[in-house]
């Protein structure tokens, strides 16, 4: 039987009076602190980087000062973030480089914001599933999903902000809430330039379960709009004229955004070879299963999820194609909603009665829906504490850990950084040091003033190239122009001694 949706009594409305949505803020705050933790954890033991957070960091604190996402490349070169990618979204987070310089606060913001996804998605579950049983288990589907949860520990980035954000609006289009849905569209289109490619399918959504055409054409159309602005327009004037450094992902099909859609759309063999591969399919398997593959059962609500996977699934650099990074963060509001609505769709299924039977008691479908969601986590989630049962990448679970000799000679050497100075940092320091107008990534050194260099942990230019960065710290060490003022577990700074370029 069907358990009532509670009401609030006459006189207002009282969170104790709904007690499933207060059961669902606890939840949420609780995850929201429990991630924070990690995030932070993981901060704290030096393994947060200037590919991702110190870029954002440095994005956001420039703006907070003045200069609008204003960012340092990987060459070197000072230009908007938005020759990059077109997420502004960021800016939200300015407030609070007002009060500090620290990224933590930022990483305690990105988990709260997150959290909060888990109210449109048991106002979901209540209107679609007519049971608070199935609605709280649809919540947990949100804050135990692996792909959400891996997304908001690796490091900060706008989409992941944008995810929630797009289930508020899933509810909205729902529930008819214009200004909601426009609102929070309008925010959500702001965290990547390619958020508009879902949300214009979503807008096909609304057309045909709603019978809304105007609502909807209006959502499709100003956001692929949007999304031909940012990658025609936007990226190259705010990039001028250097090179965005994620088309070689797509190298392929094309130099460019539009040579590799255009080459993806004249070569379907080799796009169908590429998806096909098990690497590509065994990413499917990982964002379905912990759903139950319920969102089969939406499709068109689904399909909002394929531009962003296919996206990722075309690119050659393998984190683009797996959960332990940012890239599902769009996909996955849509198959979250989506296999709730697939549930709804199959338990108003008169036949067959065998599959009635089944979906019948609610209280034992909501029980099955958490424990697979909650197997998820443990399998191939970001928390630590399921050690040989975790089939996640071991080396990421160990990130929260410092080891706590090496972690203070970081902290001891990038304390004699001044606040103000230009810096060249390794990657791993990258994530500490990026609050200021401009940081270098070592091997890159020109102007700066400092260079911190941690022979320790190899990570990026190191790790992909350790003979070219033997060379270049070996050409540092002799460079009469720094001197070593600095040298502990593997952790060097130099200071610049002469002029630049002496």
């Known amino acids: 039987m069907t358990r009532p949706t509670a009401r609030p009594r006459a006189g207002g409305w009282r969170i104790t009076h709904d007690l499933p949505l207060a059961l669902v803020l606890l939840l949420s705050g609780v995850w929201a602190a429990l991630f924070a933790w990690l995030s932070v954890a993981r901060h704290d033991a030096w393994w947060t980087s200037r590919f991702d957070l110190g870029n954002m960091t440095q994005a956001i604190w420039n703006t907070a000062h003045g200069d609008f996402l204003l960012a340092t490349t990987a060459a070197g070169d000072q230009m908007s973030r938005l020759g990059s990618h077109v997420d502004p979204l960021l800016a ?15 990483l305690v913001a990105q988990a709260v914001i997150v959290a909060a996804g888990a109210v449109p998605a048991f106002l979901l579950g209540r209107r679609w599933l007519g049971d608070d049983r199935l609605a709280v288990a649809g919540a947990l589907m949100w804050l135990l999903y692996a792909p959400i949860q891996w997304a908001v520990v690796t490091d900060l980035h706008a989409v992941t902000l944008a995810a929630p954000l797009l289930m508020l609006a899933i509810w909205a289009a729902e529930a008819r809430r214009d200004w909601v849905l426009g609102i929070s569209l309008a925010l959500a289109l702001l965290g990547k330039e390619q958020v508009g490619l879902a949300v214009a399918i979503l807008g096909i959504w609304i057309i045909v379960r709603h019978r809304r055409r105007i609502v909807g054409a209006v959502v499709s159309v100003v956001a692929l709009a949007w999304t031909l602005l940012c990658v025609l327009v936007i ?97 996955s509001p849509f ?44 399998t191939t989630g970001p928390m630590p504490f399921f050690g040989p049962l975790s089939r996640a990448t071991q080396s990421r679970l160990a990130q929260y ?89 593997g952790v060097m700074l130099f200071r610049r001694t002469g002029a630049v370029g002496g």
Not at 257 to 280: D, K, Y
């Open 92 to 106: 939200v987070l300015v407030p609070l480089q007002w009060i500090t310089d620290s990224a933590v606060p930022l």
């Open 235 to 331: 990226m190259p004037v705010a990039g001028s004229g250097v090179p965005t450094p994620f088309t070689e992902r797509f190298g392929r099909f094309g130099d460019t955004p539009s040579q590799a859609l255009v080459g993806a759309l004249s070569n379907p063999l080799e796009v169908l070879t590429t998806v096909g591969g098990w690497s590509r399919l065994s990413y499917l398997l990982a964002l379905l299963l912990p759903l139950l593959l319920l969102p089969l059962f939406a499709p068109l609500l689904a399909a909002a999820a394929v531009p962003d996977l296919m996206v990722g699934m075309l690119a050659d650099w393998w984190p683009n194609y797996s959960i332990e990074f940012h890239y599902a963060a769009v996909p």
């Open 335 to 378: 198959l979250v909603a989506a296999a709730m609505l697939g549930l709804a769709g199959l338990r108003r299924r008169p036949q067959p009665s065998w599959l009635v039977r089944m979906l019948r008691p609610a209280g034992a479908v909501a029980v099955v829906l958490i424990a697979v969601a909650a197997l998820g986590t443990v």
């Open 401 to 489: 850990a410092p080891m706590p000799q090496h972690a203070q000679a970081l902290a001891d050497a990038a304390a004699l950084v001044p606040d103000e100075a230009v810096v060249s940092v390794g990657n791993n320091a990258g994530g500490h040091l990026s609050a200021r107008r401009r940081v270098l990534v070592f091997p890159v050194i020109g102007d700066a003033d400092w260079v911190l260099v941690d022979r320790t942990r190899p990570n990026l230019s190191d790790r992909l190239d350790p003979l070219g960065f033997s060379r270049e710290l070996a050409r540092l060490e002799a460079d009469g122009g720094f001197a070593l003022v600095y040298d502990r577990d």
